[in-house]
């Protein structure tokens, strides 16, 4: 059994809301399992994490020989990897940030379970539904991944990198994807894709190294990023974020990135934080349409250009 006594505003119950999908050990819904390959990729492991009454978090680990080591990217899952005690003074010194802030209870984003399963995914659910490539990524686990038991709960794993180099053909994958997984396992298993490292990089370096990866472009790389390595002070440039910038401030039009930045500086250490913020508020509301269609924009996602990609984690 681990324990953390995290840093900052945090509720399990407020993250299962935004974030659900995770299986329960049946004592509601302020706990969650789940399981993964451990970075570092010698074992996979299933944790379940259950907040107590006084607020701590507490985690129960199988399945490796590492428990602090999976535990630990657990907690990174749901950024609880990161001291959030300066996330409130933020609100305070942007009201417009403090009202989103009150009105999502200071959720923080929820990660892939490491940059190595955020490039499996976004390669494996490209020019697919979501649900569709959901559905491809549990095949695999439940054929090819580990299988663990954790607090009663049984759970599949992603394969580790190892084990997806065996792989050579898989129903529903095309042979360019497989190369493409192939190449992401490589550059896993030669550290390319550590998370920690990724935080640490300068943005556009992260950025850089990860598009060198086959089948990886501007979008993808920056979901990788910001999704998978998770760092925490960036802002995407996105339609989404510019939209609800604009609005969120009763701008006269669209900002440009010198706007954004100016507006953002407050925001900062936790800008992806505020911004995942205020794109959930931007998706609640209705979508605009036109001639009876629903408008849609294809984006090109960047991280915040004057940010040192370090994040904020402790």
């Not at 933020?90 to 892939?112: C, E, K, M, S, T």
Request: glycine share 12%; aromatic share 6%.
């Amino acid at each position: 059994m681990s324990c953390i006594t995290w840093l900052g505003p945090f509720d399990l119950l407020n993250q299962n809301r935004y974030f659900g999908g995770w299986p329960s050990a049946g004592t509601g819904r302020h706990d969650v399992a789940m399981a993964f390959p451990v970075e570092g990729w010698q074992s996979s492991a299933a944790v379940l994490l259950r907040q107590r009454a006084d607020g701590g978090i507490d985690g129960t680990v199988a399945g490796t020989p590492d428990p602090d080591a999976a535990f630990r990217q657990a907690l990174a899952v749901l950024s609880l990897d990161v001291d959030g005690t300066g996330y409130p003074e933020v609100g305070r010194a942007d009201p417009a940030i403090g009202g989103l802030q009150r009105d999502h209870n200071y959720l923080r984003p929820v990660l892939f379970h490491s940059p190595y399963e955020a490039a499996c995914a976004f390669v494996l659910g490209h020019r697919l539904r979501i649900a569709q490539g959901r559905a491809i990524r549990q095949r695999i686990a439940e054929r090819h991944g580990d299988q663990i038991t954790v607090a009663g709960v049984r759970l599949h794993s992603f394969p580790t990198p190892q084990r997806l180099l065996e792989l050579h053909t898989v129903p529903g994958v095309s042979e360019e994807k497989m190369r493409r997984l192939h190449g992401i396992a490589r550059a896993a298993l030669d550290g390319d894709l550590d998370r920690r490292r990724l935080r640490e990089l300068p943005a556009v370096e992260a950025l850089g190294q990860v598009r060198r990866l086959r089948g990886i472009g501007e979008f993808f790389a920056a979901g990788i990023v910001l999704r998978g390595a998770g760092v925490v002070d960036a802002v995407p440039d996105e339609r989404i974020t510019r939209t609800g910038i604009e609005r969120l401030y009763q701008l006269p039009s669209e900002p440009d990135r010198a706007r954004i930045e100016a507006i953002t500086a407050s925001w900062r250490p936790y800008r992806m934080w505020c911004a995942v913020l205020l794109q959930l508020s931007e998706r609640r509301r209705p979508s605009k349409v036109h001639g009876g269609r629903t408008a849609r924009t294809q984006d090109t996602v960047r991280l915040g250009g004057s940010g040192d990609g370090s994040g904020a984690a402790g």
